[in-house]
């Protein structure tokens, strides 16, 4: 495809649900990165891929927080037990990785504005 | 911990001021350092980058930035805004020798035109 691409943009759901958002990286990308963003603040990292394993997780906020990436394309972030806290938009981003020493550039989606009420 | 720090939150000015936006991170080792752009209801575009070599930085549609590695800054100046310049700009870095890993960005800062 021509950019990384999520679904759905938008989610709302209640507290206490289960949610699963989606991420189409950009063909060829091996390394598939997910971050949160809330109102007013930069986005935050939450884990990163590097094929189909999840190469560094250290920014998911807790054990409700999960994301595959079995054929090392798409990912899905899930969500269990889902709490208000947890309104962000959601971004994901791919890059290249290419040669080590020189970070790749990143290249972003839309974003999923997810909403718990 | 590794931060960045922008300390403008909101700039405004007029069509064809100058402008230049702060940011300072916190890291004392090698650093790959970005501007990103998000116009409204568009998502996050990088603007520039700068991983080695001249600390002067020219990205697109006339922004430059400046690495100066003994302030740990990287602002982003343009001589000239337009309106379409309007946007929340966030400075990012991403720090060691790895090829993918996470980047760290500024809570980001609204430019805002006046026509």
Do not use: M
């Amino acid at each position: 495809g021509a950019g990384v691409s999520q679904t759905p943009s938008n989610k709302v759901t209640e507290k206490g649900k289960y949610v699963e958002l989606r991420c189409d990286p950009i063909s060829g990308h091996t390394a598939l990165y997910w971050y949160r963003q809330s109102l007013g603040q930069g986005p935050e990292f939450l884990i990163y891929f590097q094929g189909t394993g999840a190469a560094d997780d250290s920014g998911l906020p807790n054990d409700r927080f999960f994301a595959v990436r079995p054929e090392g394309s798409v990912s899905t972030l899930k969500i269990q037990r889902t709490e208000r806290g947890d309104s962000a938009v959601y971004l994901c981003a791919s890059s290249l990785n290419g040669a080590p020493g020189i970070a790749d550039t990143q290249y972003f989606g839309p974003g999923t504005r997810l909403t718990v009420l | 911990a590794q931060s960045v720090s922008q300390h403008n939150h909101h700039v405004i000015l007029s069509e064809a001021a100058s402008l230049e936006l702060g940011c300072n991170y916190s890291y004392g080792g090698t650093v790959n350092l970005f501007w990103y752009v998000q116009y409204p209801g568009q998502h996050l575009q990088l603007l520039l980058k700068y991983f080695s070599g001249d600390p002067l930085v020219k990205g697109i549609k006339g922004f430059e930035a400046e690495f100066i590695k003994s302030k740990f800054s990287f602002n982003l100046r343009k001589p000239s805004v337009q309106w379409s310049d309007t946007a929340e700009y966030f400075c990012a870095v991403i720090t060691g020798y790895s090829s993918a890993s996470k980047i760290i960005f500024g809570s980001g800062t609204r430019l805002s035109i006046r026509p």
